[in-house]
């Protein structure tokens, strides 16, 4: 399928989004074209040295920005038979109207998103979601959600298409399996041998809804007194002095590890020797962590928010989303589960392979395949 494909992505920062798009090309024997609409990015060299061609809008100077635009329409202009597939909103958006500059009608959007209620704070978002609808409408587009939450979502608002797909996340089963490490880890971050340890992974942002996990925790070290709060991702530190207060209001400070964004390694090692991984977010699509930790032999928690229900399955727990009394039930139940140790132990060999039969990398990639196949 050598260049049929022209990947048009935001950026190449860490984040969910790119790492599945890294995952997806790392297991291509292809050599991808691909358009960044930011230059900086974790990815970026990474691409590079697996022999991509990467070609970025370079903001750093008026002359430099027209000399990207000029290359990357140079691309666009000389690869025109190939379908642009185009990764989150603002990419499509930009795909679409190059799409229309050329000609070009084989377009791909893949879309990662799900909370589409119309919110103030977010005019901008909204104003982009409505400018897909009405994009969508007008041109034939070939749409990937990567969660059927995401699908529901969009369809229900107006999004078209004659060809939609669901391609759920895939995750390295082989990379992303329990490590025997917890002494190290407890060492490591001075945690008690004895605690329990609960662990949530995401950005310090109100979508995570961190207030009603710490309310909980708060109320459930009445009865279980061991708990000990593990917490990572963008500005989770000591130096959020907002972040410190709240824990500090519910006598969660000593209870606490505040472990900021851990790279690949750190993260398996701490989702292997957490008892319990816990998402409270208020809005999701297709939830990585839960995927990574299950994958690690760590059972999850989880909001029913976008397809935490399916990626869990029986293997964990998923409570009323944003409901304080079913979340400290819920939780109460998992740790009681956890103290039967031969079925504690069942539980966390089933989540491994739960994520492997049906939620692999091969699985993700086969997928992709197959809908670019079906196309070209």
């Known amino acids: 399928m050598k260049n049929k494909i022209i990947h048009i992505i935001n950026d190449l920062r860490r984040g969910g989004t790119n790492n599945c ?16 609409l930011n230059k900086k990015g974790y990815y970026l060299e990474k691409f590079i040295d697996m022999g991509h061609q990467v070609y970025y809008l370079d903001v750093s100077s008026k002359l430099s ?11 666009l202009q000389k690869e025109n038979k190939s379908y642009l597939h185009c990764w989150l909103y603002k990419s499509c958006i930009f795909g679409s109207i190059v799409s229309m500059i050329f000609g070009n009608k084989k377009i791909i959007w893949n879309i990662r998103h799900s909370d589409v209620n119309f919110k103030f704070k977010n005019f901008k978002k909204h104003l982009t979601i409505r400018l897909c609808i009405i994009i969508s409408n007008i041109k034939n587009i070939n749409l990937i959600f990567n969660s059927y939450n995401s ?37 490591n971050y001075n945690i008690d ?25 708060s109320i459930i070290s009445k009865e279980f007194n061991n708990i000990h709060l593990f917490l990572a991702g963008n500005d989770i530190s000591n130096a959020n002095i907002k972040l ?23 993260l398996i090692k701490a989702y292997s020797s957490s008892d319990l991984t816990i998402l409270t977010s208020n809005s999701e699509s297709f939830p990585n962590v839960i995927g990574e930790s299950m994958s690690c032999s760590t ?8 397809d935490s229900k399916r990626l869990i ?13 079913e979340l400290v039930k819920t939780l109460r139940t998992a740790i009681t589960f956890s103290k039967k140790k031969d079925k504690w132990k069942k539980l966390k060999n089933e989540c491994h392979c739960h994520i492997k039969k049906f939620y692999s ?12 196949e079906k196309l070209i």
């Open 244 to 266: 410190k207060k709240i824990l500090n209001y519910f006598n969660l400070g000593n209870k606490t590890t505040l472990a900021g964004l851990l790279d690949e390694g750190e």
């Open 151 to 187: 699908m529901f979502a969009h369809v229900e608002i107006g999004i078209k298409s004659n060809n939609i797909q669901v391609i759920n996340n895939g995750f390295d089963t082989d990379l992303f399996k329990y490590l025997d490490k917890k002494e190290e880890f407890l060492k």
């Open 193 to 217: 041998k004895n605690s329990f340890i609960l662990s949530m992974y995401a950005r310090f942002h109100p979508i995570k809804n961190h207030f009603i996990l710490f309310e909980a925790i």
């Open 299 to 306: 059972p999850c928690l989880s909001f029913d928010v976008g």
């Open 313 to 325: 399955g029986k293997n964990g727990w998923v409570t009323k989303t944003n409901n304080l009394y």
């Open 21 to 36: 798009f890294f995952k997806l090309l790392k297991s291509s024997k292809e050599k991808e074209i691909i358009i960044c």
């Open 361 to 372: 990398k091969e699985n993700e990639f086969l997928e992709y395949q197959k809908f670019y």
């Open 65 to 75: 920005l027209l000399k990207s635009i000029l290359k990357i329409f140079e691309v």
